[in-house]
């Protein structure tokens, strides 16, 4: 294929993650949020989740050799322009997605440190944390921690300001990340407010209106693979992550134009489409 038609065909992405049968989080997030934004959706399964919008009842553990079986034959054959992390569940896998990331020297790696549910049920086995701080973290372009997860990360309590994110997201820094995206959505703040960290650089304040809706199943999720999805076709982190935000207000602006399952229903990805 000539380079020119090559650059007019949607850049493909990968999501790494669990499922959500309910259809607001996880891989099926991934693959709306990667559709809606342009690009093309491939998938490796980390984890099989039994989880509505109320929550998770149930995990059942993709072992790892069959997330590394999964992983070389997709890479082995389809060109990957970025990638999305989610829930890895397990040492095990988190190990195994590390050895891909170098073996297939991918690149726009997204790292969404998922691990506890909206609802509040736990994703992550509390063993696994450090090898995601070590194996993981230092493999990523940019990870996208909520304010729990951030201070799970780094063993600290969780920020309650602006300054303490910004303290946290340059820890994360000095642990290796490539750059922070610190969401700010838990602070009693009437924006959501998050805070775009780069080695060298000052921190980037991105603001947003609250949307005042409890339909909020997956909004980590959305941000992550919508940035994953914009990156190919951005200039840089800043741009892709400024609009991903801006596409995640309006599904979030729009959510209650759904009506999913009893509990937290999901964002409404094809806000532009429907």
Request: net charge negative.
């Given at each position: 294929m000539a380079s020119g038609s090559r650059d007019r065909t949607p850049p493909i992405i990968l999501s790494i993650a669990g499922t959500d049968p309910s259809g607001g989080a996880g891989i099926q997030?991934?693959?709306?949020?990667?559709?809606?934004?342009?690009?093309?959706?491939?998938?490796?399964?980390?984890?099989?989740?039994?989880?509505?919008?109320?929550?998770?009842?149930?995990?059942?553990?993709?072992p790892a050799e069959f997330v590394t079986a999964q992983l070389d034959t997709l890479?082995?054959?389809?060109?990957?322009?970025?990638?999305?992390?989610?829930?890895?569940?397990?040492?095990?896998?988190?190990?195994?997605?590390?050895?891909?990331?170098?073996?297939?020297?991918?690149?726009?790696?997204?790292?969404?440190?998922?691990?506890?549910?909206?609802?509040?049920?736990?994703?992550?086995?509390?063993?696994?944390?450090?090898?995601?701080?070590?194996?993981?973290?230092?493999?990523?372009?940019?990870?996208?921690?909520?304010?729990?997860?951030?201070?799970?990360?780094?063993?600290?309590?969780?920020?309650?300001?602006l300054d303490a994110m910004r303290a946290q997201g340059a820890a994360l820094l000095e642990l290796g990340a490539g750059r922070v995206l610190m969401k700010g959505g838990h602070l009693p703040t009437r924006e959501a407010t998050d805070l775009l960290l780069a080695p060298g650089a000052e921190p980037e304040v991105l603001r947003a209106p609250r949307v005042d809706t409890k339909n909020t199943h997956g909004t980590g999720c959305t941000l992550s693979s919508a940035i994953a999805?914009?990156?190919?076709?951005?200039?840089?982190?800043?741009?892709?992550?400024?609009?991903?935000?801006?596409?995640?207000?309006?599904?979030?602006r729009h959510a209650d134009s759904l009506h999913v399952g009893e509990g937290k229903g999901p964002v409404h990805h094809f806000h532009a489409w429907w």
């Open positions: 997030a991934d693959l709306k949020a990667f559709s809606a934004l342009g690009g093309f959706g491939t998938t490796v399964i980390t984890a099989l989740v039994a989880q509505t919008t109320t929550g998770v009842s149930e995990v059942h553990e993709v890479l082995d054959d389809v060109r990957v322009d970025a990638v999305k992390i989610g829930m890895l569940a397990t040492t095990e896998v988190i190990e195994a997605v590390a050895r891909a990331v170098d073996a297939h020297r991918l690149a726009n790696v997204v790292l969404d440190p998922v691990m506890v549910a909206k609802s509040g049920d736990r994703l992550l086995a509390a063993d696994a944390v450090e090898a995601l701080r070590t194996e993981l973290l230092p493999r990523a372009d940019l990870v996208t921690p909520n304010l729990p997860e951030a201070a799970d990360l780094l063993g600290t309590e969780e920020a309650a300001d999805a914009l990156r190919p076709r951005r200039p840089g982190w800043p741009e892709a992550v400024r609009d991903a935000k801006s596409y995640l207000t309006e599904a979030l």
